[in-house]
């Protein structure tokens, strides 16, 4: 293919994944229940520059690690697809499918977990190298797990070392030098710091950061922490009970919040400067993702809510303002925008 | 001036291990006044959870106390008997876990185990304790209280239940709660709920809280004073205002310096190289030594060699020796007013 390298290094296309969470046949059949769908992941589409970091955020169910998992090919999508530097990952077979997975990681949230304790951090390391054929054991791929370990601020010596030898931001360290180790232009990065205490999540947040400009590495982070996600991301899209809400620039997400969940999300950030801010903590609480509401996922929390809301389910719109918002009450613009100053 | 609700003074809390005593918390003294929210930040290590455990009685063995006084009321509760420590907890002093599920026991309903806590501490017939614990859970914002008293824990979301494990605590109607990282296994929003509901209930109630956490940001909206422990030492106390804008512990500056901010467009945080020592390896002097960059600045190496104590340090007391210089230069009327102004900043 002539085809011009294209600016986008990742598409994912209306992806949803449902799990069946029924209980078993027998006692379907005995307690006349039906199949009880999972919608975790319910018709997400967005793009992923190269050498950008979008992030995703959301409460606890809304489905953003499983976009995480999806777009590793830990899981399989139920519908829509994921392009990455234009090829189809359901299409990609045999060598074709190895060589790209080499090109993507993922670092996990937990790295007490994430690690094999039985292995010295060496083989840990080497293991995508070899896994992805890129090298032989021998003193090269030793030298190159002694690079890395340097690269992420470890001493070469600690490749001897157990996971348990560690603390928890070292272990975050060797994850990353982990997914680093297969060249990869692209990382996953599952709530990479939300088991790390503060002064070590800012020790791996500038690491992340200098990683990607010295290799150019594209990110997808995903994250629970509004503040943290504010000061990686280029762009951020706010996910609500399976769906995307909004996209945009970091810059306009926190200064000029559009859909309603983004806004009360906004406020509910603790204020460290203790400005006085008037917090208006929203009433409710994320609804059973078994049973979702009908129309827009959010009317039963929004404050805006009208009739259409609870019957029509917003699509993603671009807004004049930049990015794109799923919310008939911005449609229609019965809702103020609120202007935050930076 | 009346004297603090509860002191501390001194405390040491120490775990025997067969390769010798660790020293979990090394001389801390602080106190409460009534109707006072102090907050006690630091990152995991820090003590700061034993010390919540060690006020009200709950130190696991092989933990103890191996020294100080805690002084709740006027009256030495550190070393009374299990019983007399029994009778004071959740009747005088109610505790908040972290996890609401665990601390609830999944096997009886809410309301038996709301009214068990009352009839226990109050002298009310059954019938009485029940309606108290619907009144209870309305004020705690459970809707429909007298029909979901009935329910079990799992019938509960994640933060309806922390708002049932604060219903508890309130029960007796104690004068001081341990809350021991009440919001940290919440999502934001209901974060921002449960904050707002225990401030507004310490405030009708005058109940005094011990808010032990590692979140600056819940400190900064609901505590008074705080306290920032560091490897098992108190690092600084002091208003909560001051703290924050002017810290003067360099462990406290690196920490605030740490967390990102939305709208601070920085491109990288300042970080604190190096990690908190283990236990087993706490170095001479100051705790914090090995990793402070101001450490060159105190002149005859005494960050290695002596321990320093809490030295008033601008608007604070900080355990750092660049302070040592300074007396007290603020008058204790002065302090008091500061203080209201900073109650009344926070309470907005």
């Given at each position: ?342 | 001036?009346?004297?603090?609700l509860l002191q501390v003074k001194?405390l040491?809390i120490e ?34 959870s034993l010390t919540g455990a060690a006020v009200i009685g709950l130190l696991e063995p092989p933990g103890r106390i191996a020294g100080g006084e805690i002084i709740f009321n006027g009256k030495r509760i550190d070393n009374l008997p299990f019983e007399e420590i029994r009778k004071i907890r959740g009747r005088e002093i109610g505790a908040i876990f ?5 601390s609830l026991n999944?096997?009886y309903?809410?309301?038996r185990q709301i009214t068990e806590t009352i009839e226990t501490h109050l002298a009310l017939t059954h019938?009485?304790a029940?309606?108290r ?32 494990v604060?219903?508890l605590a309130l029960a007796a109607n104690p004068k001081l709660i341990i809350?021991d ?26 109940t005094a809280?011990m ?138």
């Amino acid at each position: 293919m002539n085809q011009k390298k294209s600016n986008i290094l990742l598409d994912v296309r209306d992806v949803a994944k449902e799990f069946d969470v029924s209980k078993p046949w027998l006692n379907r059949i005995i307690e006349r229940q039906d199949k009880q769908i999972l919608k975790a992941v319910d018709g997400v589409s967005f793009t992923i520059n190269r050498g950008e970091t979008l992030s995703l955020v959301g409460e606890s169910g809304c489905g953003k690690s499983t976009v995480a998992r999806l777009v590793c090919g830990l899981y399989t999508p139920s519908r829509g697809s994921i392009h990455f530097d234009g090829v189809d990952m359901a299409e990609a077979e045999g060598d074709t499918l190895r060589k790209l997975r080499a090109r993507f990681q993922m670092i996990f949230q937990d790295p007490y977990a994430s690690l094999n304790q039985r292995w010295r951090v060496g083989k840990i390391i080497a293991e995508p190298i070899l896994v992805h054929g890129l090298g032989k054991p021998g003193s090269a791929l030793n030298k190159r797990v002694g690079e890395l370990l340097t690269q992420v601020g470890l001493s070469p010596l600690d490749a001897e070392k157990f996971p348990h030898e560690f603390s928890g931001g070292q272990r975050q360290r060797v994850s990353i030098a982990r997914a680093l180790s297969s060249n990869p232009e692209f990382l996953v990065c599952d709530e990479p710091t939300s088991a790390l205490d503060v002064s070590v999540q800012a020790q791996i947040l500038n690491l992340m950061k200098d990683l990607q400009r010295e290799f150019g590495l594209t990110y997808l982070f995903i994250s629970h922490n509004l503040a943290v996600v504010s000061h990686i991301s280029n762009r951020v899209g706010v996910m609500y009970l399976g769906r995307l809400v909004e996209v945009a620039d970091t810059n306009r997400i926190f200064t000029m919040p559009l859909h309603p969940y983004t806004q009360m999300l906004q406020s509910a950030i603790p204020d460290l400067k203790m400005t006085g801010k008037q917090r208006t903590p929203v009433a409710g609480e994320v609804p059973n993702p078994l049973t979702p509401p009908t129309g827009c996922a959010f009317h039963p929390r929004c404050p805006h809510a009208n009739e259409r809301c609870k019957r029509e389910r917003p699509e993603m719109i671009d807004h004049p303002e930049g990015g794109q918002v799923a919310c008939h009450g911005v449609e229609e613009k019965r809702i103020n925008m609120i202007k935050l100053a930076a | 001036m009346n004297p603090p609700l509860l002191q501390v003074k001194n405390l040491r809390i120490e775990f025997p291990t067969r390769r010798g005593i660790l020293v979990a918390v090394d001389d801390i003294s602080f106190d409460i006044a009534a109707g006072e929210v102090l907050g006690v930040v630091g990152e995991s290590g820090a003590g700061k959870s034993l010390t919540g455990a060690a006020v009200i009685g709950l130190l696991e063995p092989p933990g103890r106390i191996a020294g100080g006084e805690i002084i709740f009321n006027g009256k030495r509760i550190d070393n009374l008997p299990f019983e007399e420590i029994r009778k004071i907890r959740g009747r005088e002093i109610g505790a908040i876990f972290q996890d609401p599920l665990t601390s609830l026991n999944p096997l009886y309903t809410i309301g038996r185990q709301i009214t068990e806590t009352i009839e226990t501490h109050l002298a009310l017939t059954h019938a009485q304790a029940r309606t108290r614990a619907i009144e209870l859970l309305n004020e705690v914002g459970i809707p429909a209280a007298d029909k979901r008293i009935d329910h079990y824990p799992h019938q509960f979301s994640g933060g309806m239940r922390q708002r049932v494990v604060i219903s508890l605590a309130l029960a007796a109607n104690p004068k001081l709660i341990i809350a021991d990282e009440p919001t940290t296994a919440l999502d934001v929003s209901i974060q921002a709920q449960i904050i707002t509901l225990l401030k507004k209930l310490g405030r009708e109630h005058g109940t005094a809280v011990m808010l032990v956490t590692h979140d600056m940001g819940v400190i900064a909206e609901t505590a008074d004073r705080v306290a920032v422990m560091y490897a098992g030492r108190i690092a600084e106390i002091g208003p909560v205002a001051d703290v924050i804008h002017h810290p003067q512990h360099p462990y406290t500056i690196g920490l605030m310096g740490a967390i990102p901010n939305v709208g601070d467009n920085n491109e990288r945080l300042a970080q604190i190289d190096g990690s908190m020592p283990r236990l087993t390896a706490i170095p001479a002097g100051c705790a914090f030594n090995p990793r402070c960059t101001r450490r060159a600045d105190v002149p005859n190496q005494r960050c290695t060699t002596e321990r320093p104590g809490l030295l008033p340090a601008g608007m604070t007391q900080a355990a750092c020796w660049l302070h040592a210089g300074q007396s007290g230069k603020r008058s204790e009327a002065e302090n008091e007013k500061k203080s209201d102004e900073n109650r009344k900043m926070v309470s907005v």
